[in-house]
């Protein structure tokens, strides 16, 4: 049996002879015809995309080079970690809570211990739920943030973060 591959498209010409199975594909002599046509149209598109990307990386590449965190000098960088780093602690912890409080979905929100928690994370939630839905009725939003809290800490302030190594520059 041979069989014919590219990147998108497998094809065997044996399949074009077997007999029908229990499954059985009511268009598929009809698609296997043009199967070459469209397998040969994708690999162009595919490589056509390709030079583009790579185009477009040299380009995003050496704006990067423009824009750096190197200009930010490291007195503003220790000061910036002064802030973000108790703050994304703070906002993480908070999502923790959330997570624990959505287990229970009868605790009274509004009174104290809970409204700690429940006042500075929920208009972030409530936005994050027009795009994220619950899913089979569990709220999966406060996992969501705390990912998102957890990984901006730790690529900002954690021990080899962007400011943090600016922070430790020697001023020349």
């Known amino acids: 049996m041979t069989t014919v591959t590219t990147s998108f498209v497998s094809f065997s010409p044996a399949l ?3 007999k029908k199975s229990r499954r059985s594909f009511p268009n598929f002599r009809n698609r296997s015809t043009s199967l070459p046509i469209v397998s040969a149209s994708l690999n162009h598109i595919e490589a056509d ?17 423009n824009i750096t965190l190197a200009d930010l000098d490291p007195g503003t ?10 703050a994304l602690s ?9 997570i624990v409080m959505s287990w229970y979905p009868k605790l009274p929100v509004e009174k104290f211990p809970y409204v700690l928690a429940y006042a500075p994370t929920e208009p972030i939630l409530v936005q994050t739920r ?27 302030v954690g021990p080899q973060g962007l400011l943090v190594l600016v922070s430790q520059q020697q001023v020349s």
């Open 16 to 18: 074009l002879h077997a």
């Open 130 to 156: 027009k795009v994220i839905p619950p899913l089979a009725g569990v709220d999966v939003t406060p996992v969501v943030w705390f990912g998102l809290v957890s990984f901006l800490s730790e690529i900002l």
């Open 90 to 98: 703070a906002f993480g912890f908070l999502f923790i809570v959330r």
């Open 49 to 65: 995309t390709t030079t583009n990307l790579i185009g477009e990386t040299n380009s995003i590449s050496e704006l990067l080079h």
């Open 77 to 86: 960088a220790k000061l910036a970690i002064g802030i973000l780093g108790p």
